[in-house]
């Protein structure tokens, strides 16, 4: 026992805690089985838990006693052992140095990785960020095109139906003015009628009162026509239409 060194002795003693755990679940599936045949499913679970928690409690134990013994027959090989302090702090020296060398291997491999990550990835964003800004430039662009377009259509749009208005309005007041004039002429017309008819009956009662001759009657005639038109007659005529 004294030529092993401390593995082989955990190995065996790793090996004999399997065995023994083994061994302890055999025991208990076994007992479980002879069991099963007379117990209810109920039963039957709450023996199985109590028969494993037991089991799994001693496997514990048995193997925390092992492990006891194995450290007490480690400290032991060791205090047998002749070793040189000198040489195993000479030991332990090159081992710290090698370890240390590897671990700043590995701080300048993260760093050189971490510095060639963060450059491309600033690249990258760089790159994004660029692509970004014209991109929205591009749309701002089309969008501010699109607006301007959109706003010319529609001002020709409200031009034309602004245009078209109007004119809808000025046929319909023109046409309401011709119809006015219509009547308008109309009422004169037939206020002139009546007032030639009053001209005429004027006429023919001073004939009939001084029994003139045909160009007599002719010619006075004629005058009242003209003096209706140069006088009274028309105006009175024209307020009587305008009333």
Known sequence: MEGMDTTTILEILAVMVGILVVSQMAVLWFVLRIRRKTMTPDELLRDSRIKTENTIQRAIQQANKILVSAELKGIQLLSHEKVDSNELANQFQTHLQTIEKALEDQLEHSANYAESTYTGFARTAEKMINDHIAKNQKIVEDKSQEMIENTERLFTMLSQYVEAAIRSELEKELAKSKE????????????????????????????LQKKLSLADQSDLMYKALEEAKRGSAFSATTQKANG
Request: proline share 0%.
């Open 180 to 207: 006015e004039i219509a009547v308008y002429r109309q009422e004169r017309m037939k206020v002139i009628d009546e007032r030639i008819v009053d001209i005429l009956e004027d006429v023919l009662r001073v004939t």
